[in-house]
């Protein structure tokens, strides 16, 4: 997911004129900008291919960006041109990759879009890898998988590597090699004064691991350097059960997690199909309950640890089998085609079997709307402070995360149902994955605690310290977690 996109809504500006777009203080003049940038400097009513709103749009299609002036950035010196032509004139400024995450309502601000810088290189020898703001995870697997290395990367090859990161990355070798945070060995950043600072947990290694799961709005990340894994195959897939097996099926996934070793990440999903033509017949109209394996083992020894999951009944698929790692993707399936959508999240210190039913029947078919929950193990390597940065609650055992497709105005009942599901496991909940925030959570009437939620109370005023020291104007305000920062440190006008 897209953490740079995610964000609560600033107060609207007080307007003045420019062109269409409703700006406080000065006409800007954008000409100047566009001069001092190679990329396109795009304004509202700019159509065409590659025009304003095709600019502004990404994977997450709920509530696009609506800036009054995007600079689509083809390197690192056009986002510092960017950003010190927004601080000269007072704009927020928000960040937009693949646009998974929360597409910001950045109205009268300036969004720096950064799909067109999306180098990879990789050094096999030093087993890193090296990429551009733009670059999707794809793209890394494709690159290291010739050299038997494996980046750290989320389920969907599609994904932003930058933001996925930030906001910590729990991926398909989450339990084996720990968060992608801990991971990173140099960070590219341009801060809130248009200095573009390369960073290193040696060099400043404050700000380099308030970043790392953290995020919090402190400048925008060009590029990052991190390393790759020496796992080249997985044994991996699904086990795909049907409603009469559910109830069985989620107390056994509970009591397996008890017993598995940090080689084996797993999950479990449960949707609800809707009875749509355009569904495959083996998933129309059905609940279905797909566990998803990514055990870095053999294969042999992988058959052995899924036993006791097959045993619990007959599958509607099973597809389980020793894989090149650049076929991870196929456990997941994650949806390709751009969609609107919303979500939640809690990360749990443990979980029972009653708990868990309960969440699967709230949101199964009698649900009012669609949604699909799925089950992280964490634990492992994941529970290791073995990194630099700030990723929040590690001592959570599961994740536990709801999301639902968007359908017109149904906001205000899909939030009501996830927060119900959500209340279930609320005896164990520790806080919540910012990676895990999908919608725009600064609008709930709870943002502050959702944001203070994100991390516990001492990281909380680190950042919060950071962000008064670097970003006094708050710049940077596009940011799940922004609200608790803000609350310590106001911007300054």
């Given at each position: 997911?897209?953490?740079?996109?995610?964000?609560?809504?600033?107060?609207?500006?007080?307007?003045?004129?420019?062109?269409?777009?409703?700006?406080?203080?000065?006409?800007?003049?954008?000409?100047?900008?566009?001069?001092?940038?190679?990329?396109?400097?795009?304004?509202?009513?700019?159509?065409?291919?590659?025009?304003?709103?095709?600019?502004?749009?990404?994977?997450?299609?709920?509530?696009?960006?609506?800036?009054?002036?995007?600079?689509?950035?083809?390197?690192?010196?056009?986002?510092?041109?960017?950003?010190?032509?927004?601080?000269?004139?007072?704009?927020?400024?928000?960040?937009?990759?693949?646009?998974?995450?929360?597409?910001?309502?950045?109205?009268?601000?300036?969004?720096?879009?950064?799909?067109?810088?999306?180098?990879?290189?990789?050094?096999?020898?030093?087993?890193?890898?090296?990429?551009?703001?733009?670059?999707?995870?794809?793209?890394?697997?494709?690159?290291?998988?010739?050299?038997?290395?494996a980046p750290l990367n989320g389920s969907s090859p599609g994904v932003g590597v930058i933001s996925y990161t930030l906001g910590g990355g729990v991926g398909v070798l989450a339990r084996t090699?720990?968060?992608?945070?801990?991971?990173?060995?140099?960070?590219?950043?341009?801060?809130?004064?248009?200095?573009?600072?390369?960073?290193?947990?040696?060099?400043?290694?404050?700000?380099?691991?308030?970043?790392?799961?953290?995020?919090?709005?402190?400048?925008?990340?060009?590029?990052?350097?991190?390393?790759?894994?020496?796992?080249?195959?997985?044994?991996?897939?699904?086990?795909?059960?049907?409603?009469?097996?559910?109830?069985?099926?989620?107390?056994?996934?509970?009591?397996?997690?008890?017993?598995?070793?940090?080689?084996?990440?797993?999950?479990?999903?449960?949707?609800?199909?809707?009875?749509?033509?355009?569904?495959?017949?083996?998933?129309?109209?059905?609940?279905?309950?797909?566990?998803?394996?990514?055990?870095?083992?053999?294969?042999?020894?992988?058959?052995?640890?899924?036993?006791?999951?097959?045993?619990?009944?007959?599958?509607?698929?099973?597809?389980?089998?020793?894989?090149?790692?650049?076929?991870?993707?196929t456990i997941h399936r994650d949806p390709s085609d751009p969609h609107a959508y919303d979500g939640d999240n809690a990360l749990l210190s443990d979980l029972d079997a009653a708990a868990l039913?309960?969440?699967?029947?709230?949101?199964?078919?009698?649900?009012?709307?669609?949604?699909?929950?799925?089950?992280?193990?964490?634990?492992?390597?994941?529970?290791?402070?073995?990194?630099?940065?700030?990723?929040?609650?590690?001592?959570?055992?599961?994740?536990?995360?709801?999301?639902?497709?968007?359908?017109?105005?149904?906001?205000?009942?899909?939030?009501?149902?996830?927060?119900?599901?959500?209340?279930?496991?609320?005896?164990?909940?520790?806080?919540?994955?910012?990676?895990?925030?999908?919608?725009?959570?600064?609008?709930?009437?709870?943002?502050?605690?959702?944001?203070?939620?994100?991390?516990?109370?001492?990281?909380?005023?680190?950042?919060?310290?950071?962000?008064?020291?670097?970003?006094?104007?708050?710049?940077?305000?596009?940011?799940?977690?922004?609200?608790?920062?803000?609350?310590?440190?106001?911007?300054?006008?």
């Amino acid at each position: 997911m897209e953490i740079n996109d995610l964000a609560p809504q600033p107060a609207a500006p007080a307007p003045t004129t420019f062109g269409t777009a409703a700006l406080d203080g000065p006409a800007l003049d954008t000409a100047a900008l566009a001069r001092a940038v190679r990329g396109p400097v795009l304004l509202p009513g700019d159509d065409g291919y590659d025009g304003y709103d095709a600019e502004r749009t990404g994977f997450q299609l709920a509530n696009p960006h609506r800036p009054a002036v995007v600079v689509g950035a083809a390197g690192a010196d056009d986002v510092v041109a960017a950003v010190r032509f927004a601080g000269a004139h007072g704009l927020p400024v928000a960040v937009q990759a693949t646009g998974h995450g929360l597409a910001a309502g950045t109205d009268g601000g300036l969004l720096i879009t950064t799909r067109r810088m999306a180098r990879v290189t990789v050094d096999p020898v030093g087993r890193t890898a090296r990429a551009e703001a733009g670059a999707v995870w794809g793209q890394v697997v494709e690159a290291a998988t010739p050299h038997g290395l494996a980046p750290l990367n989320g389920s969907s090859p599609g994904v932003g590597v930058i933001s996925y990161t930030l906001g910590g990355g729990v991926g398909v070798l989450a339990r084996t090699y720990g968060y992608a945070a801990d991971h990173v060995r140099a960070v590219d950043l341009v801060t809130a004064d248009g200095r573009l600072r390369h960073l290193t947990a040696e060099g400043d290694p404050e700000l380099f691991g308030a970043l790392l799961g953290g995020g919090h709005g402190l400048g925008v990340v060009t590029a990052m350097e991190f390393a790759l894994m020496p796992v080249a195959r997985l044994y991996g897939g699904q086990l795909v059960f049907g409603a009469e097996h559910l109830d069985d099926v989620l107390a056994a996934y509970l009591r397996w997690t008890g017993t598995v070793p940090d080689e084996l990440t797993s999950s479990v999903a449960l949707i609800a199909y809707p009875d749509l033509p355009q569904l495959p017949e083996r998933l129309r109209g059905r609940h279905l309950a797909h566990v998803r394996i990514a055990y870095t083992g053999s294969a042999e020894r992988g058959e052995q640890l899924v036993a006791p999951l097959r045993a619990v009944g007959p599958r509607v698929s099973d597809d389980l089998r020793e894989m090149p790692y650049e076929e991870s993707h196929t456990i997941h399936r994650d949806p390709s085609d751009p969609h609107a959508y919303d979500g939640d999240n809690a990360l749990l210190s443990d979980l029972d079997a009653a708990a868990l039913r309960r969440v699967a029947r709230l949101t199964g078919p009698a649900a009012p709307a669609m949604c699909v929950v799925q089950l992280n193990h964490l634990g492992g390597a994941l529970a290791a402070r073995s990194g630099a940065g700030t990723v929040g609650h590690r001592a959570a055992r599961y994740a536990l995360r709801v999301l639902s497709p968007l359908q017109g105005d149904d906001l205000g009942t899909v939030r009501a149902l996830h927060a119900e599901a959500l209340a279930a496991v609320e005896p164990w909940r520790l806080g919540r994955s910012v990676n895990f925030l999908f919608g725009r959570h600064g609008e709930r009437p709870d943002a502050a605690e959702v944001a203070r939620s994100v991390h516990d109370a001492d990281a909380r005023r680190r950042l919060a310290a950071l962000k008064s020291r670097l970003d006094p104007r708050d710049l940077f305000r596009f940011h799940p977690a922004a609200a608790a920062t803000r609350e310590r440190t106001p911007a300054v006008a």
